[in-house]
């Protein structure tokens, strides 16, 4: 690999993990202050307050890559609540609470529990990645979620996440992948396209044989050359 290559390689690497570094510590800012919340028993939906006043200036503030962000509470760990999410979304240019339905009697119910971005961190007690996949729900707009579990010592409460859109992704990143003269891209865990400096590779596609992979530490993604 050439010197020129290998400065790419490393600035293409450099801007990956501060994106998602940024959305993990925000993640994991928001499980410690959950996590705070279940010292007392019993727990209720105004005791997470506090995630509010977290989130909030997160997404409100200028050029920030957080279009989404919160906690959202394991079954039956509230006591005025089977189902919650304390989850806020960018709307208009400011933070707002994210209203679904959490009555499993109703029509209209959201049931995360099965959602992998709840799922994998509550069964691999990891950091997950989940995407790109369009999110209908929060950014109507291909997303990453970056989720992290919460415990209260050693019992499951939840998942504490926040949203980026892949957009933001491509914004900072392309530049540096289409100053490399291979075809490379950014892959998820499951082999799935991030972003890439090809057209034929966009986000979602996933890779079925991709070539060497140089891993991105600390997080689930992989700087992928394909042959």
């Given at each position: 690999?050439?010197?020129?290559?290998?400065?790419?390689?490393?600035?293409?690497?450099?801007?990956?993990?501060?994106?998602?570094?940024?959305?993990?510590?925000?993640?994991?800012?928001?499980?410690?202050?959950?996590?705070?919340?279940?010292?007392?028993?019993?727990?209720?939906?105004?005791?997470?307050?506090?995630?509010?006043?977290?989130?909030?200036?997160?997404?409100?503030?200028?050029?920030?890559?957080?279009?989404?962000a919160g906690f959202v509470v394991a079954v039956d760990a509230l006591a005025d609540s089977r189902w919650w999410l304390e989850w806020f979304?960018?709307?208009?240019?400011?933070?707002?609470?994210?209203?679904?339905?959490?009555?499993?009697?109703?029509?209209?119910?959201?049931?995360?529990?099965?959602?992998?971005?709840?799922?994998?961190?509550?069964?691999?007690?990891?950091?997950?990645?989940?995407?790109?996949?369009?999110?209908?729900?929060?950014?109507?707009?291909?997303?990453?979620?970056?989720?992290?579990?919460?415990?209260?010592?050693?019992?499951?409460?939840?998942?504490?996440?926040?949203?980026?859109?892949?957009?933001?992704?491509?914004?900072?990143?392309?530049?540096?992948?289409?100053?490399?003269?291979?075809?490379?891209?950014?892959?998820?865990?499951?082999?799935?396209?991030?972003?890439?400096?090809?057209?034929?590779?966009?986000?979602?596609?996933?890779?079925?044989?991709?070539?060497?992979?140089?891993?991105?530490?600390?997080?689930?993604?992989?700087?992928?050359?394909?042959?």
């Amino acid at each position: 690999m050439s010197t020129h290559v290998a400065q790419d390689t490393a600035a293409i690497v450099e801007l990956v993990s501060a994106l998602a570094g940024e959305a993990f510590g925000l993640a994991d800012q928001i499980a410690a202050t959950a996590a705070a919340a279940f010292t007392k028993q019993p727990v209720r939906r105004s005791d997470l307050k506090g995630i509010a006043s977290l989130v909030k200036p997160a997404i409100d503030a200028p050029g920030s890559p957080i279009a989404g962000a919160g906690f959202v509470v394991a079954v039956d760990a509230l006591a005025d609540s089977r189902w919650w999410l304390e989850w806020f979304m960018r709307n208009n240019g400011a933070a707002e609470r994210l209203l679904v339905d959490t009555d499993p009697r109703g029509d209209n119910f959201y049931d995360y529990e099965s959602l992998p971005w709840y799922d994998v961190p509550r069964t691999t007690g990891q950091r997950h990645i989940t995407g790109p996949y369009v999110d209908y729900l929060c950014t109507e707009d291909y997303t990453l979620t970056f989720t992290v579990p919460v415990f209260a010592g050693t019992t499951f409460v939840g998942v504490a996440g926040a949203d980026v859109r892949v957009f933001t992704f491509e914004k900072a990143v392309l530049p540096c992948l289409r100053a490399i003269h291979r075809t490379v891209a950014v892959v998820n865990d499951q082999g799935r396209v991030v972003l890439s400096n090809s057209a034929r590779h966009v986000s979602g596609t996933l890779l079925k044989a991709p070539g060497p992979a140089q891993p991105i530490e600390g997080l689930p993604l992989s700087l992928v050359e394909i042959t």
